[in-house]
């Protein structure tokens, strides 16, 4: 099945292609289609999980796309040339003769080996994953016969090639399983929130297209057809979001992320240029094993790492990180199970899915990784704070899924490779859950603002139930999913001794338990704030309800694989089966709980029992609540220091390029007319003129001197006379 | 001798022309189909001409000539096809056809003299692009501008005598230095004026001083830069544009533009390699401030004719700084943007055509959620708009994307700011596709819109598919220009900087004297 995964993502987008040109006549057939396509992709992912399961060994499988020959741009050693020439930088030749050594030194035995046949304890992610992508022993794990071999390598000498290939290790494999499956219940959900939308084919056309794109995201091998997908989820996330384009805010919207994420994807691109220059290879395993086996000269080692910030910009931009992190609470514009799918649960998780597998780059540098953890627990602190004040139901559940993605960015920063990407998974379940149910309530009120809903759980049962665990679950309850992954998170802190961001971490977990539960209490307890939309509410139909009930499911039970008492659980699972535990930290359990707790008594408190109320505290903090309440102000202040003052630049340009620069061509043009005028004039009055002139003069005189010609004999004689009077005179004198 | 494939394909438009003069003017569909089928068939030709071309070698192929032809001077009929022009050859009658078909409805006055200026600037600017003589070159360079200057000039909108005269004297100033730098380089062929030639292929095989490389490059880039349009050069663009009928912009947009940077490819480039080299820097910047000024500008534009020519003078600045990477992968993409810009906005004048003849207006302020009564049109124009900024899938990505490898590899700094382009290229084009197309359908006159009909999806079909061939496997015309490449790289590196003096033999020493007395008084 391996080298057959690309299927797993080529089935969406035969649903894409047939929807568009055949099938979008039918809104059922396209539907229908399109959840078949998506199911057997996910049947698909279970085979592959489960052969990934069996032997957790990376492979990968490539295709040439572009081969440049003959311009000895051959892989990793060659393109060093202008870097040699320039700044004298060495790069080792990718010949057998380097890597031999390296062989030798396994063989014979190095404390790597030693650490993981000691069950790997005290082991930490860093050198876990130092150590994996290192050439590893074969024989020191009965179980589990680890082969790994050297990654391809692409660069053959004299030409440079971009190939196209599909990488899977056991991450690739997990993700596959959460995107096809919260695809398909969410495909499923749709059938019944975008009942009767009269674009309702285009609707499954557009969502096909973006689970191909995601899950070609997860597959993709090298960086380059990474980014290929990710601007194609990009892209899709653009249509969807304004796919109700009527609504000028949704089409403002889609815009809006389109060209915010397009920034950071910016850096993504020249990230990329730096790498295929610096190391010559994109390639996600072969760089890995490049950087893990010091096969990248130390000269080159800062260029990677600039890659490597330069890449985290485009992570930062999908994941709606600060400072990008703008276009996301936007963004909810969008259907609502699109919301779920991409602004939830997917693509706004590449960006981490991203910095996952940079790993190996970011852990370059030590500066770097602090970057990562700070702009990852700032952004949660950020996110969390505006959350807490908000009205509109999608966007507490949007500030939430940034918050919850900073927490991510945080563990990776802090080199927490298991604990970043299993609140990944987990997020997924649960946030999906979230929007899914919120969608629920949507379709039933059809409002999005939560001071007209209230006691909505008498009316639609499930819908609470299941919003009540994923509030649970996000907030951190025993033994919810995402109690393990949080405290996953709060062990990779405590242990690396990082404790400001164990303490932002913390914080943040009790003000989600807030926001969230202020979210349940408003929403589904207490009397009905508006009567009319409370007695039209009623439970959604089956289609909804069903994915709501299985996602709620994995709420609670996704977690319990990363348990961390479990022998070989997901950490192991990830680290290709070498045995690995953080320790249970208990005491650390215990706080979360008690904050997490905490957090839901405070909501309680005021939205349930209004021993003090809401507003009460609104007017005491009054500057606080408003700050919050405009969102820290971030649109405004883009809004005065970047869009408005390039709007303006934009307008003094044209007006610079019709005055001056046309001005010029113009005013050539007016030279040369008045140019030709003064010719004009000069040729009539002057040229002409002497011309005419002499015309002139010849018809003046013969005018006049024709008067003496008379035909009389005696004033000829007399003029004959005067002549000779004349001469005479002339003559004497 | 084997059949003159390129001569056919050169001059078989003439031969359409031939047919319609002698066609009466009243008979409009038998003059328009005509037109269409000679523009079509030669695009048969060279799609055959595309599939016997060996990519591998690097020399002119099916050549014709060296035929006398002005033998007093010394000037030959010679053509030839390679690597870096065989794209553009193909791309040609391509988007001849389909302006030739986009005209069916939208031209009714003066058809005959319409279509006879279309197949005529075919021939024209299909001889510049095989044109291995540099006379015969110059000739069809300036052939070409006589029926354009007439189609702006009598089917344009509302300034177009102004547009059609602005266009041609700054292409004819620009020119004219050219023909002095040809005529210099002629007389130095040889110092027998029984001997010289303009050919090509002797020109390039002689050395030149690096000072008199750097007069000659300039005479050549003017020319050229105008057409590109390089910055400062534009103005005249955003008016031929505006002011052309939907056609002329087609071809001005795809291959009128073409025509600057292909010279420079063709010429500047393997004629004057020191004076390449020497320019680089100039060239990059200027390119630079083209692709930011021009996406700038574009960004505040009313009409959307205008906003797409500016986008224009930004694309061609990425042509332009690829080229001037003087990489393999700069060149590369950069000739694969020229065929990828030609057809994007070539596409979207088509488009922008498609709709001003159903509304007689181009402001976007009048239009706004057309997207309800033309669905079909809207999905057409989104694929354009993201072929345009380069979405990964389409063909505008393998060309910036070949461009930022190239030009990264030189200079870090300029592919950073060129690729800040694209950021800015995404917020027009969508800007503009989101007031246009998306919102409410409120004004009545755009309710009654109808969608593209057969004809016109017949013509962006083709536009389509080529999108998606050159972005998903674009490796089919990548073999076969990139060889071609790597050798001008070859010619500009390994020619340059000619150290031993005494191997100018072939120099018209008055005049190098002269120049020399210039310099000193400088």
Known sequence: ?733 | MEWPVLTWIVFLPLLGCLVILLLNKTWHNAIRWTALITAFIDFILTIILFWKFNGSNTDMQFVVGPLPWIESFGVTFSLGVDGISILLVVLTPFLTAMAIASSWTSITEKVKGFMISMLLLQTGMLGVFVATDLFLFYVFWEVMLVPMYFMIGIWGGGRKIYAAVKFVLFTMFGSLLMLLAIIKLYVMTSPDPLLRTTDFMTILNMKITPDLQVWLFLAFALAFAIKVPLFPFHTWLPDAHVEAPTAGSVILAGILLKMGTYGFLRFCLPLFPDATLQFVPLISILSLIGITYGALIAMVQKDVKSLVAYSSVAHLGFVMLGMFALTAQGVTGSILQMINHGIATGALFFLVGVIYERRHTRLIADFGGIAHVMPLYATVFLIVTLASIGLPGTNGFVGEFLILLGTFKVNPVYAAIGTAGIVLAAVYMLWMVQRVFFGKCEKEENKKLLDMNWRETFIALPIVIMIFWIGIYPKTFIDKIEPSVNKVIETVKSKALVEDESDFQAYDSSREKALEKKKANK
């Not at chain 1, 790597?112 to 082991?123: F, G, K, P, V």
């Open chain 1, 1 to 733: 099945m391996l080298p057959y995964s690309w299927i797993i993502a080529a089935l969406p987008l035969l649903a894409f292609i047939l929807i568009v040109f055949f099938l979008n006549r039918s809104n059922k057939i396209s539907s229908y289609f399109s959840i078949a396509m998506v199911l057997t992709s996910f049947v698909l992912s279970c085979i592959v999980l489960v052969q990934v399961l069996d032997d957790p060994a990376p492979k990968e499988y490539w295709v040439d796309w572009l081969t440049f020959g003959d311009y000895g741009m051959s892989g990793a050693g060659q393109i060093t040339t202008e870097f040699e020439s320039d700044e004298s930088h060495q790069i080792p030749k990718l010949h057998p003769e380097t890597i031999e050594p390296e062989y030798e030194r396994h063989e014979s035995g190095d404390t790597l080996d030693i650490a993981i046949d000691n069950n790997a304890e005290d082991l930490d992610d860093i050198t876990l994953i130092a150590a994996i992508h290192h050439e590893e022993p074969s024989e020191h794990d009965s179980e589990h016969h680890l082969s790994f071999k050297e990654p391809q390598r692409h660069g053959k000498k004299g030409s440079f090639v971009i190939p196209l290939g599909i990488y899977i290790d056991p991450l690739t494999a997990i993700m596959l399983m959460v995107v096809s499956i919260v695809a398909g219940l969410v495909q499923i959900y749709s059938l019944g929130y975008m009942k009767g939308d009269p674009r309702f084919a285009r609707y499954y056309a557009y969502l096909s297209l973006f689970t191909f794109s995601m899950l070609g995201l997860v597959l993709a091998g090298s960086y380059i057809l990474m980014f290929v997908f990710w601007e194609l989820v990009g892209l899709t996330s653009y249509l969807l979001i304004g796919f109700w384009f009527e609504k000028k805010i949704a089409s403002d919207a889609g815009k809006k992320a389109f060209v915010t994420t397009k920034i950071g994807d910016l850096g993504f691109l020249l990230g990329l240029a730096i790498l295929i220059f610096a190391v010559g290879s994109a390639s996600l395993p072969e760089l890995d094993y490049m950087i893990a086996n010091g096969q990248i000269s130390e000269n080159l080692m800062p260029l990677v790492a600039i890659a490597g910030i330069l890449m985290f910009c485009g992570a930062v931009g999908k994941s709606a990180q600060f400072p990008l992190h703008v276009w996301l609470p936007d963004a909810m514009e969008g259907p609502t199970p699109v919301s779920a799918l991409i602004h939830a649960a997917t693509m706004v998780a590449a960006g981490v899915y991203l910095a996952a597998r940079m790993m190996g780059i970011i852990m370059i540098s030590e500066t770097m990784m602090y970057v990562v953890a700070s702009i990852g627990a700032f952004t949660a602190f950020l996110a969390a704070s505006i959350g807490l004040v908000q009205n509109d139901i999608k966007r507490v559940l949007a500030y939430s899924t940034v918050s919850q993605l900073g927490y991510m960015m945080m563990a990776l920063g802090l080199a927490g490779f298991t604990a970043g990407t299993f609140h990944l998974m987990t997020h997924a379940f649960f946030k999906a859950l979230l929007f899914l149910a919120a969608g629920s309530v949507i379709h039933a009120v059809h409002t999005n603002d939560i001071q007209y809903m209230g006691g909505l759980s008498k009316k639609m049962k499930i819908t609470s139930k299941t919003f009540l665990i994923a509030s649970l679950s996000i907030s951190g309850i025993f033994p919810l999913s995402g109690f393990w992954s949080k405290d996953e998170i709060f062990a990779v802190a405590f242990e690396g001794g990082h404790y400001p961001f164990l303490v932002v971490g913390i914080l943040v977990a009790g003000m989600t338990a807030f926001y969230m539960f202020r979210l349940y209490f408003l929403t589904f307890t207490g009397e009905p704030r508006d009567k009319h939309a409370y007695e039209h509410a009623h439970e959604s139909p089956k289609n909804m309800t069903v994915p709501l009930i299985i996602l709620a499911v994995l709420s609670v039970c996704a977690g319990w694989v990363g348990i961390p008492w479990l022998y070989k659980g997901y950490s192991s699972f990830v680290f290709y089966g070498a045995v690995h535990h953080a320790d249970p930290n208990i005491i650390l359990m215990l706080i979360s709980l008690i904050v997490a707790s905490s957090g839901i008594g405070l909501a309680y408190v005021i939205y349930v029992k209004k021993t003090i109320t809401a507003e009460a505290i609104g007017r005491a903090f009054k500057p606080i609540y408003t700050f919050l309440y405009n969102k820290w102000y971030f649109d405004e202040l883009y809004m005065a220091t970047i869009i408005n003052p390039t709007y303006w630049f934009m307008e003094v340009l044209f007006k610079f390029d019709q005055l001056v620069i046309d001005g010029i061509v113009n005013g050539f043009g007016k030279v040369t007319l008045f140019t030709s005028w003064i010719h004009e004039r000069f040729d009539t009055y002057v040229v002409d003129g002497a011309v005419n002139g002499a015309g002139y003069m010849s018809m003046f005189f013969g005018k006049h001197i024709r008067k003496i010609q008379t035909g009389q004999l005696q004033t000829y004689a007399l003029f004959v006379f005067l002549g000779a009077v004349v001469f005479m005179f002339i003559k004497l004198i």
